[in-house]
């Protein structure tokens, strides 16, 4: 299964540990948004897409990348890493972090196969003054947790 990973992660990295724990699982290619090139999606398999989550979505530049796609009838999963729980985001944002993107990807045709999230390491704003929230994440379990949910990728890639 040739798998690209799209992936954005900004501050402390945080999606970065997940989108790699993931890559070397499913032997993947890594890639930033800035370097995709949109006419060799067709070659993969499947697709993951994934960020850090600001104000309730995924970062501007992976939702930019996907609005310039063309059609395509793929599969894809979807992941990200949050300083917040996602229930919260229903408080704050009116809906869960992945819905923007998940909207946007099946407009643009695929099929999402799997959704995974954990949280991060987050100073943003005044979380800095108090030396930020979750620190140490994503740890070693949230990272066997990607490389889990991953695997299971695998069957659903192949139906």
Do not use: W
């Not at 501050?11 to 800035?34: G, Q, Y």
């Amino acid at each position: 299964m040739k798998t690209l990973i799209v992936y954005v992660s900004v501050h402390h990295k945080n999606t970065e540990k997940i989108a790699k724990a993931m890559a070397d699982e499913l032997r993947a290619e890594l890639v930033n948004p800035h370097h995709v090139d949109i006419h060799t999606l067709a070659d993969y398999d499947v697709i993951g897409f994934g960020s850090g989550i600001y104000f309730g979505k995924h970062h501007e530049t992976l939702l930019a990348l996907v609005d310039e796609l063309p059609v395509l009838t793929k599969k894809a999963f979807i992941f990200s890493t949050s300083g917040l729980k996602d229930s919260l985001s229903k408080v704050l944002y009116g809906g869960n972090f992945h819905k923007t993107l998940r909207t946007k990807l099946v407009e643009k045709g695929f099929t999402i196969i799997g959704e995974f999230s954990c949280r991060g390491f987050d100073t943003f704003g005044p979380l800095k003054v108090i030396g930020g929230i979750n620190r140490g994440r994503p740890n070693e379990k949230d990272i066997e947790s990607a490389k889990d949910f991953v695997q299971s990728l695998l069957q659903k890639a192949v139906a």
